[in-house]
């Protein structure tokens, strides 16, 4: 149990951990990743809009693989706030709130508009050639501040040149006539958008209209910390979202990038002229993200032996992270089935395990078999001989024969051979700590609920629990949420509001689910009760996943009836079937997992949710996605969805090592179209070592 968790929601109450939490508690617990920050590096500023570029402008630049950019900046009458990642190589994308100081929306005292922003790397950087990029800003959605760009960025000793064309808000100075016009007469203006479409992919504006040169030069002082900016930006300010234009005197802008950590650094300007601006960057590298371990050291190969296989399943769950189910001999091998519960990477789980067969099994087994389970469902046999597993362990000269000698294949699942322990088919466990739901940048400003959640699982058997959790509201103010979708969809979300403040105690989630294996690649799971904060149900799903393929498909069925806003076991009149056909693929571009589902939406439209998603080997997993349904006008501001992810492992937050995750989603909108069921449970994620994955990259923790 963990004493303390942070969690946010995104105004449907799912358990998410907050930005503001994953930030100030990787600083205080110092990850790795800080050694190696790039706060003051020349060509990796933050711009004012966010993404890597000058102040108003971008650059051809991108950052160092994983990085995380959280930053913030005031240039009157615009406050700007930026959630920015690099998940490859050649993709920078994020998000953005602008707070507009002077102008009031319908509801609220001061206007908050949103933003996803784009950046794709077209030439890496040559001896001869400058690195060339191709972006757009303030993509779909009301596009105020839309803008297109093509860039390119050289680096000559201590300063690294910029320069550009851009559309839209950053070629408002109109310096020459459409240079696309040729190519079609789209091209020759471009289209209006008075900020009324939230949600919409304006393409008629992509690379249309007048455009305008813009660039700049970053300096790198003889003084690390310290980097000097010049650029020329391509607006004018005379054509500013809502009438709102401002007096410029230069196109000229000058300012400074002081690091003040290896992860944070202060900047300030002079631009239009005129103008005051400062803005403050904090960066974090998801893919390098780790933490020092005080987890028990691996057992010494002689260890002495346990008193029995009892106490030799306690040492594997202690030492290992194995939650053993069985452990067995047929012929001259033993067989532990188990389930991963502590170390993310199973031959670290392995490694540990083999030293503690060693100390306990007869002189004439050879070898170990690990038969890896996940909720009852057979996935995995990983196979050591352990004569090479010793030598290996004792010179690093033998390691070779030892490394690939050790295989894995598909488990059968079966009860062979005489059983020497077998675990308690039942089992109880619970966890009682505070939890904090948020929701920041949304029209209504910072919303939050602290409450404490007590949560339980009793096993009946290892393909079948129960589960629930129950929360207590100790302080919130949720009062402030205000309702302003414009659908005619039934409402199968927006009544958000009414289900956090209504009750302050209220069931979250209390089911039953099952899992079985149908056939050698095929997995089933059923499930029913109160299946999450506004709908109870019953529900079932299928997944087809060959061991080792990049590849799976499936299916969800589901009926489902609205909840009371008490949360009790009351129910609504409202209920409807949902479901989806889902398709997953490991593309083998960067790590990358594509995931599309179609079928039917709660409020009972038809449409599609395009996912794409990439892991990096610390963990950390960062997605986007977007859903598309035959919901028309009705769907409710704009007409799709969208919103991005990060899962965090919550071992890069503690000393000790978890296969747990916490997420923060980021989605601008609550919608009653495109609104999914939210499952506690998915074959695909239980399956997961049904994929070797980075077995193999991992190998090194063999020895840890």
């Known amino acids: 149990m963990y004493p303390l968790a942070f969690y946010g929601f995104n105004r449907v109450g799912s358990k998410r951990l907050s930005v503001c939490a994953l930030l100030a508690t990787t600083s205080f617990l110092s990850c790795s990743a800080a050694a190696d920050g790039i706060a003051g590096q020349l060509g990796t500023g933050q711009s004012d809009f966010g993404g890597v570029g000058i102040m108003q402008t971008p650059s051809a630049r991108m950052n160092t693989l994983g990085e995380m950019s959280v930053s913030f900046s005031r240039t009157a009458p615009y406050r700007r706030y930026n959630v920015f990642f690099q998940p490859t190589e050649w993709f920078e994308g994020g998000f953005r709130y ?19 922003d784009a950046k794709l790397r077209l030439l890496d950087e040559t001896r001869y050639w400058p690195q060339l990029a191709v972006g757009a800003r303030d993509i779909g959605g009301t596009t105020l501040f839309g803008a297109e760009y093509l860039v390119a960025s050289k680096r000559w000793y201590d300063l690294d040149f910029t320069a550009g064309l ?3 808000y950053l070629g408002n100075a109109s310096d020459i006539d459409s240079p696309l016009g040729w190519l079609a007469d789209r091209f020759d203006d471009r289209s209006e958008n008075s900020g009324a479409g939230g949600g919409e992919l304006n393409t008629g504006q992509f690379f249309a209209g007048p455009a305008a040169f813009f660039g700049g030069i970053e300096y790198q002082t003889p003084w690390n910390p310290l980097i000097l900016q010049l650029e020329y930006e391509g607006n004018n300010y005379s054509d500013e979202p809502q009438g709102n234009n401002q007096t410029q005197d230069s196109r000229f802008n000058a300012g400074a990038r002081l ?15 005129n103008t005051a601006m ?60 188990a389930q991963p519960e502590q170390f993310r990477s199973l031959a670290q789980s392995e490694g540990r395990a083999n030293r503690i067969l060693h100390a306990q099994a007869d002189t004439d087994v050879d070898s170990f078999r690990f038969d890896w389970q996940e909720r009852g469902l057979p996935l995995r046999e990983s196979v050591h001989n352990r004569e090479q597993f010793v030598q290996a362990a004792t010179s690093a000269d033998l390691e070779y024969a030892y490394r690939y000698g050790i295989y894995a294949q598909a488990s059968l699942g079966d009860n062979a051979g005489e059983t020497l322990y077998e675990a308690p088919a039942q089992r109880f466990s619970w966890q009682l700590g505070p939890q904090i739901d948020q929701n920041f940048g949304g029209p209504d400003g910072y919303l939050y609920r602290l409450k404490a959640v007590l949560s339980g699982e009793y096993q009946t058997d290892p393909n079948g629990w129960f589960s629930g959790s129950l929360a207590w509201t100790l302080l919130d103010n949720l009062d402030n ?5 414009d659908s005619n969809l039934p409402r199968v979300r927006t009544f958000i509001g009414d289900y956090l403040t209504e009750s302050s105690l209220g069931i979250e989630h209390l089911q039953y689910t099952r899992t079985a294996k149908l056939s050698d690649n095929v997995y089933a799971m059923g499930y029913g009760g109160l299946l999450e904060m506004m709908y109870a149900g019953v529900g079932t799903e299928v997944l087809y996943r060959p061991f080792d393929a990049p590849w799976a498909f499936g299916a969800d069925v589901n009926w489902v009836r609205q909840r009371e806003f008490e949360q009790r076991f009351e129910l609504r009149d409202y209920s409807t079937w949902t479901g989806h056909f889902n398709a997953y693929l490991e593309t083998g571009v960067e790590d990358v997992l594509a995931k599309v589902s179609v079928g039917r939406y709660l409020a009972g439209d038809f449409g599609a949710t395009l ?26 501001e704009g007409s799709f969805d969208k919103g991005l992810y990060l ?51 991992d190998y090194d923790r063999m020895w840890r």
């Open 481 to 485: 949420y205000e309702y302003i979708a």
């Open 98 to 116: 602008v707070e507009v100081e002077n102008r009031q929306s319908a509801l609220f005292d001061r206007n908050l508009d949103k933003g996803f």
């Open 611 to 636: 996912d794409f998603s990439r892991e990096f080997d610390s963990g950390v997993r960062i997605g986007a996605w977007g859903t598309w349904t035959d919901a028309g006008d009705d769907f409710g």
């Open 166 to 168: 851009g559309w839209g």
């Open 647 to 697: 899962a965090m492992p919550l071992d890069a937050f503690f000393t000790f090592s978890s296969r747990e995750r916490a997420t923060i989603r980021w989605q601008p909108l609550t919608r009653d179209g495109g609104a999914r069921l939210n499952r506690q449970y998915e074959l695909y994620d239980l399956t997961q070592e049904r994929d070797m994955g980075n077995y193999w990259k």
């Open 278 to 337: 400062a803005g403050i960057t904090f960066n974090l590298n998801l893919a390098g993200l780790s933490q020092v371990k005080n987890d028990p050291r691996p057992l010494p190969l002689e260890a002495e032996p346990q008193a029995d296989w009892a106490a030799v399943s306690q040492a594997l769950n202690d030492n290992a992270g194995m939650q053993v189910e069985r452990i067995s001999r047929r012929g001259d091998s033993i067989t532990v089935t």
């Open 259 to 273: 690091a003040i950590s290896d992860n944070a650094e202060l900047h300030a300007g002079w631009q239009r002229g």
